[in-house]
């Protein structure tokens, strides 16, 4: 081999070295293998009596029983009433239609007029005061002297029936002012009172309003 000058490595060397390794690891694999099922004595089965015995050792547990379905359960018999006998002295005693008393019953609901009592009765719009002036004159003229010029004031609630002439056609005390003298007052001043009339859907109606009565002492200057 001409020297080139290229020196090399020992990693160069193995690899221009191993062609002639694999051939004499093939040989010697083969020479193994072949004493290995050769010269050494061949592979016999075992005896398998032993594990059959140890098999008939084991012991299984009983076969297991399933129990038969409960009896249907029978339907219970149809309930009979006996007969028993009730005496005639706890029975109730007779009646007739003729011992009924005769007449005309009472009437269940009383049909009252809107006018008696206060009563609900719906509006659109409520009843206005036409005559305050007249209203105020009453009032003066209605006021007790003998409290006026005690200086004893007070005022009363009033329930009116305004009908759908703007008239004040009934009137009682919803809130007394405490002083019989000022209600009774309050009650003359009432029929001086005129009103617009109530409106429902563009129509005058009748209807109960409440309206405060006040007696005071006016100073003048």
């Known amino acids: 081999m001409e020297d080139t000058g290229i020196r090399l490595t020992a990693n160069d060397r193995f690899k221009l070295a191993s062609p002639s390794w694999t051939r004499i690891s093939l040989l010697v694999a083969v020479c193994l293998h072949f004493g290995l099922f050769v010269l050494v004595q061949p592979f016999e ?128 005390i919803k809130t007394s002012s405490g002083n019989a003298l000022l209600d009774e007052a309050a009650g003359r001043v009432v029929p001086a009172i005129r009103f617009a009339p109530a409106q429902s859907r563009d129509k005058a109606t009748a209807v109960w309003v409440s309206l405060w009565v006040k007696f005071q002492v006016i100073q003048q200057r």
């Open 45 to 172: 089965a075992k005896d398998m009596g032993s594990v059959a015995n140890e098999l008939e050792a084991i012991r299984f547990p009983p076969e297991v029983r399933i129990p038969p379905p409960p009896e249907t359960i029978a339907r219970p018999a149809t309930p009979r009433v006996s007969q028993v006998d009730i005496p005639d002295d706890i029975t109730i005693a007779p009646t007739t239609i003729d011992e009924a008393p005769i007449g005309r019953p009472p009437p269940i609901f009383r049909d009252d007029s809107p006018t008696d009592r206060p009563t609900f009765i719906p509006y659109d719009t409520g009843p206005v005061i036409l005559n305050q002036a007249e209203v105020q004159q009453a009032l003066e003229r209605e006021y007790p002297r003998a409290l006026k010029n005690a200086g004893v004031e007070g005022q009363v609630e009033l329930w009116l029936y305004v009908t759908e002439q703007g008239v004040v056609e009934n009137f009682e």
